[in-house]
């Protein structure tokens, strides 16, 4: 996502944008896709360095949920608090403008929505396969930092194998279900991020916060502590892939690009050609 310095360009943008187009969707719209074309021209070992960095980075949102739950009691509320350690990695990921590949599911689809052709979708498959690689291994470089270190208490680490442990146990169902619902969020979320001039890092916050005490699957989070996991020998690597990574990547695809992007695309279609034809 833009940092601080683009988003005063972004909102000159939206403002321009909204009295050319024939709503602020067409206008946001048209941010987002010049954006996603950026992104799909920019060179691989940018994107990957960033891709890790946000992998690292999204490593708070582990940790800031499991030393909530360490020292909380054990209570019907308890999750309340602890979803919002669960936001951390979403909103230094975001405010810092790192790769996040939930983010990606959106950004870059809507170029190729916009003129589809094999080229674009070439571009759409690299960017996607860079940054989930990159987000994967700064996660890794995260999880053997946290499990092989002597950084935290016995009960902050029980709390991690916790939390990795819960998503092993999900049915495959499930976890593809809430993931659909999570890619789903995100997408909203790039989408209004754009949309609005002020209050982004509370949007961000109530988004994922939202996602947190709803228990939503996401897919670098998840990968994070399944990860933990299979460092500590309480998970070998095929069963976390299978069990836990794969369904929630295809829920979080399904759910950002195959139901919201395709479906904002259909209506600002509908919108600009509306307004062709009221000019017509």
Known sequence: MSDTSSAATTKKSAEELTEALPSKAAAVH?????????ELRRDFFALFWSAIAGGLIMSTSMLGRG??????PEAPWAILVEAMGYTLGFIFVIT???QLFTEN???PVLPFMARPGWAKLIQVFRLWGTVLLGNFLGGLIAAA??????MFSPEVDDAFVALGRHLMEAPKGQSF????LAGWLIALLVWMIHAVETGRVLLIFLVTYLMGIADVAHVVVGMIEVTYLVLLG???ALDALTTFVL??????IVGGTFIFALISHAQVRADVDLGKAGRG
């Open 30 to 38: 048209e941010i987002i896709r010049k954006e996603g074309e950026k």
């Open 67 to 72: 030393v909530l739950q360490a020292y909380l």
């Open 96 to 98: 810092a403008g790192q």
């Open 105 to 107: 599911t959106v950004t």
């Open 145 to 150: 930092v946290f499990a092989y270190l002597p």
């Open 177 to 180: 279900a809430t993931a659909v």
């Open 234 to 236: 309480d998970a070998t």
């Open 247 to 252: 369904p929630t990547l295809l829920g979080n």
